[in-house]
Structures are given as structure tokens and as C-alpha cells.
């Protein structure tokens, strides 16, 4: 079984609706992260949580929330989907101890009609 | 600012030759340097990463990096690539506490 899973893999909605990614890991890191992927932009970190009491923003956090529900589990919502928020999403979690290795999951892949 | 430069956009190159993907970073400390892989339609894996040490950094798949602080570069090179190397590779950056820094990747074809 896959140590980090994404729920759903795809998705299409239409603007205006509110959409939950959600992401599960067993591999009982403190740390996780979500990235959305943009062709030609990379990855671009949204919100990380370094335990389940603390939850940062990062880079593009503007129109996104999150909750980290307990240590394994880390969602991402979309309260008004828009278009510009078409993307690939990514979770990461980290163990959080010297080098800070990430272990993605295989992403869920958003489109907002 | 702190910043991450990959860049090349997309590099073609024939099976069986050598490759080297460049990345630049602009940081006041050393930060740690890694190399990731994507797949077409999977997420990132972990090729290699730099914290201290040699600065000729072994990875998986046949990969290397050089870190050189002089020139701010952690450069990716493989010597003999494989069809099956084609996909998106990601430089990315960490100083101290913070999270990743990606650059924005150079999108690897292999011909044959």
C-alpha cells in the first residue's frame, strides 16, 4: 500500500462549489504539506503543518483552508472553486528531522469548469 | 529573495548520451540541495540530496549531483541516459527550519 494517499485523483466542479482534497499517510511523519502543480511553474507550496496544532501558509494560500485532523491526516478545501484554481495537487509529509526528505503522494488532478 | 533557477525548460536528448540538468539557487547560508523526478502522471520521488559532506552526491537510478558553492549550482548528471530517464525533474532547496523551495523544472525527452 501507498505510504501517502490522495483522495479524490480527479475531479471536475463546477465554479463556485466547495470542494475537500484529502490526504492520508502511514508513515507517521509530523510534517505535511500541499503543493499544486502549474505547467511551467513547478511546484507551488498552498499550506504545511509542521504538527496537528500548528498549520502555516505558504506561498498561494488565498482562497484555500485546510485542516489537519490528526497526525496522519491533512485536507485541503476550496471554499469557492474557480477556474484559475485548475490544477494538479500534490500532499507531502516529511519526517521533520535534520534533511527534510519529502514522500509525495500521486497527486489529484482539479479541474473548475 | 530566495530563489530557485532551473533553466532549462525542456531538454531533448538521444538515448545512451550523457545529461546534465543545472540548477542555481540565490541564498544568504548553504542551504540542503535536492533532486526530485516525475514521472508523466505520478508524483515526486527523491533522486538525490546534499547536506554536508562530499560534494559529489550519489542518488538513485544512475544519477549524480555536484555542489558547488562557489557558483550557487547543484547540477544533475547521469552519463548514459535511458529512455525510461524521460520525465520532469525538480531542483529544490531548504534552509534551516523552513519548507522546500522548487524550482520550476526542466522537462527531460529521450529520443532514440
Known amino acids: 500500500d501507498a505510504d501517502v494517499t490522495q483522495t479524490p485523483r480527479n475531479r471536475i466542479t463546477k465554479t463556485g462549489k466547495r470542494i475537500m482534497l484529502e490526504c492520508s499517510q502511514t508513515?507517521?511523519?509530523?510534517?505535511m504539506y500541499w503543493y499544486r502543480q502549474d505547467p511551467g511553474l513547478g511546484l507551488r507550496l498552498i499550506y504545511y503543518s509542521f504538527d496537528v496544532k500548528d498549520i502555516n501558509k505558504g506561498e498561494i494560500s488565498d482562497g484555500y483552508s485546510v485542516s489537519r485532523q490528526a497526525q496522519a491526516k491533512f485536507s485541503l478545501s476550496l471554499e469557492s472553486a474557480i477556474p484559475n484554481q485548475t490544477a494538479l495537487y500534490f500532499c507531502?509529509?516529511?519526517?521533520?528531522?535534520?534533511?527534510?526528505?519529502?514522500?509525495f503522494g500521486p497527486g489529484t488532478r482539479l479541474t473548475v469548469l | 529573495a530566495q530563489s530557485v533557477t532551473q533553466p532549462d525548460i525542456h531538454i531533448t536528448v538521444s538515448e545512451g548520451a550523457s545529461l546534465e540538468l543545472r540548477c542555481n539557487y540565490s541564498y544568504g547560508a548553504t542551504p540542503y540541495l535536492f533532486w526530485y523526478v516525475q514521472s508523466p502522471g505520478q508524483g515526486l520521488q527523491l533522486l538525490l540530496k546534499y547536506f554536508s559532506g562530499d560534494t559529489l552526491v550519489q542518488g538513485i537510478k544512475g544519477f549524480e549531483a555536484e555542489f558547488k558553492r562557489s557558483q550557487s549550482s547543484f547540477n544533475l548528471r547521469k552519463p548514459s541516459v535511458h529512455w525510461s530517464d524521460a520525465a520532469e525533474y525538480f531542483c529544490a532547496v531548504q534552509v534551516g527550519n523552513t519548507p522546500l523551495v522548487f524550482g520550476k523544472g526542466t522537462r527531460l525527452s529521450v529520443i532514440a
Open positions: 508513515k507517521g511523519h509530523d510534517r
Open positions: 507531502a509529509t516529511s519526517r521533520g528531522l535534520g534533511t527534510d526528505t519529502q514522500y
